[in-house]
């Protein structure tokens, strides 16, 4: 009968794993504005402060709206005004990080990121897409805008833009800002200068968001960490 018991315990805390790891994704860390928050198959609402953002959400920022989002695995994004971005694949095991995935999607506007403890222990397994190249990461903090052409901006560490024309590197020290004009035309370095007004004023704004400190190692009995779904 204890070995029943011990058996029923130990699958039910099993359970509460797996979906910690399937659906927990995010809390809102700041947020100000008109920010909306559609779950996966849902419909938009009113994002709040301290909310939780499950693996498939879409999240759409008014012309004043901006929040930062802070990963279970420490990683943040800030995400600036009228702004569309998707969680597409969030998966994140605190006791083997490396066999953790982060995915997201940019469709509009900007964002800011910094590595978390996924970044840190498998870079390939970070992936930022766009409709016109993806961003992998080599432990960093970043910034980028897309308005038809994609922006970059590296503030530390180093990212590669990805297309069907090849791969380019944008390194913080050495070549930090670029575009990418279109999904066929590899990532070219650019000055910052030649950036639209919206690209340079959501650069400037994140920068004034504090987002770097260390990575904090995710308690896996966050009382967060559970299946909103």
């Given at each position: ?8 315990v130990a699958s039910f805390f099993l359970l509460l794993l797996w979906s910690c790891l399937a659906f927990a994704a995010a809390t809102t860390e700041a947020i100000s504005g008109d920010v909306l ?193």
């Amino acid at each position: 009968m204890n070995r029943v018991r011990i058996s029923a315990v130990a699958s039910f805390f099993l359970l509460l794993l797996w979906s910690c790891l399937a659906f927990a994704a995010a809390t809102t860390e700041a947020i100000s504005g008109d920010v909306l928050l559609a779950p996966a198959n849902g419909e938009y609402a009113s994002l709040a402060y301290g909310e939780r953002v499950d693996s498939g959400a879409t999240i759409k920022t008014g012309a004043n709206g901006r929040v930062v989002l802070r990963f279970d695995d420490g990683q943040k994004v800030s995400i600036s005004e009228s702004s569309l971005f998707v969680v597409n694949e969030y998966k994140f095991n605190p006791h083997k990080p490396a066999q953790s995935s982060f995915i997201v999607s940019l469709l509009k506007g900007g964002l800011r990121a910094v590595t978390g403890v996924i970044g840190e222990t498998n870079k390939r397994n970070v992936v930022f897409k766009s409709p016109v190249a993806t961003v992998g990461i080599r432990g960093t903090d970043f910034q980028l805008y897309f308005d038809n052409k994609l922006y970059i901006n590296v503030l530390s560490g180093a990212i590669s833009a990805t297309n069907d024309g090849g791969t380019t590197v944008f390194d913080a020290k050495t070549q930090p800002t670029g575009q990418v004009i279109d999904a066929q035309t590899k990532a070219l370095p650019a000055p910052a200068s030649i950036f639209p007004a919206a690209a340079q004023g959501a650069f400037r704004l994140q920068q004034q968001q504090p987002l770097m400190g260390p990575v904090k190692e995710p308690n896996p009995r966050d009382p967060n960490c559970k299946d909103r779904s």
